[in-house]
């Protein structure tokens, strides 16, 4: 009993550096959103994202993600970047948040068109109804299945290849995945499992596919190596522990060459910017969430839903 007691202060220990986590997400991203609006640049919305978050006591799980249109993930500012919001787009915002590496991962969808809100909803709607059938003993294919399902009664279409994902320290996309689909092999979750539910909605066909563009990388793994540029890069980075990071929070100097040069050893990982095939517009809606016996606790809860 004394072991098991001490177990569970520990647990309690970590699920609050998880909340702290989930805290300052919040708060940043109650900030940010109200910059993303048109003609608001979006290296200025990363920054303020990443920076608010550093200056809460936080850090930055992964870049901040600002993905538009048919972009579903992994867009993210380049270093000089001059991009801004336009009227007529739809933004995904989509940031994590570290403390000793347990993270808090949410993502919201902003219509600056005010043509897409049905779409918005469909991610916000079908998130909402996830969350009310999470509990010890669910399976991540009940979990798709209602995520999926709720998607095309909107009368829209789920991003089948992309998903939700356990959370781990420093791992910001550890198993089990989280379908937003049924699927057959379902994985049983459990009372303190930390997962991050991210349905993802779409006028197109339903898919995403790699593009060119690629803005952020991970390291896998370390080997030594000899180019002095190389070198120089693997000690910026080894400071992330293996999660995603931005060209443009590296030093700038000779950076193609030495990511090329760790690249080509198999050390790296790149995210291209995911898009949707058809060019459909998608939306996205995802909070981090606490696995209870009878339910769940949000921890990136937006403020008026509670
Ligand atoms: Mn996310
Ligand atoms: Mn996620």
């Given at each position: 009993m004394a072991d098991r007691a001490m177990e569970e202060e520990e647990w309690e220990q970590i699920l609050d550096k998880y909340r702290a986590a989930g805290k300052i997400l919040i708060e940043v991203r109650d900030e940010a959103l109200k910059l993303v609006?048109?003609?608001?640049?979006l290296l200025k919305v990363a920054e303020f994202v990443e920076e608010g978050i550093r200056a809460k006591g936080g850090e930055p799980a992964f870049p901040c993600n600002i993905s538009r249109?048919?972009?579903?993930?992994h867009a993210t500012p380049s270093v000089n970047d001059t991009a801004v919001f336009s009227a007529d787009e739809i933004v995904k915002l989509d940031f994590g948040v570290h403390i000793d590496g347990y993270i808090a991962d949410s993502a919201v969808t902003v219509d600056l068109s005010g043509e897409h809100e049905e779409l918005v909803r469909a991610s916000e709607i079908a998130l909402n109804e996830a969350i009310k059938i999470i509990h010890d003993g669910v399976t991540t294919s009940e979990i798709g299945e209602v995520i999926g399902n709720t998607i095309k009664e909107c009368g829209y279409k789920p991003v089948v290849n992309l998903s939700g994902h356990g959370l781990l320290r420093y791992n910001s996309?550890?198993?089990p995945t989280i379908p937003n689909v049924g699927h057959k092999q379902g994985i049983r979750l459990k009372a303190n499992d930390v997962i991050a539910i991210e349905p993802f909605a779409t006028d197109g066909g339903g898919k995403v596919v790699e593009s060119g563009n690629v803005e952020i990388y991970s390291l896998l793994k370390e080997k030594p190596v000899r180019m002095r540029e190389a070198r120089k890069l693997l000690g910026a980075i080894r400071?992330?522990?293996g999660l995603p990071f931005a060209?443009?929070?590296?030093?700038?100097?000779?950076l193609n060459l030495a990511l090329r040069s760790l690249n080509s050893m198999g050390l790296l990982r790149d995210y291209p910017v995911l898009k949707e095939e058809d060019k459909g517009l998608v939306s996205q809606a995802e909070h981090t969430v606490i696995i209870k016996e009878d339910g769940c606790e949000i921890i990136t809860a937006m403020k008026d839903s509670g």
């Open positions: 609006k048109e003609g608001e640049s249109n048919e972009e579903a993930a996309h550890a198993p400071k992330y522990r060209r443009r929070w590296l030093p700038q100097e000779r």
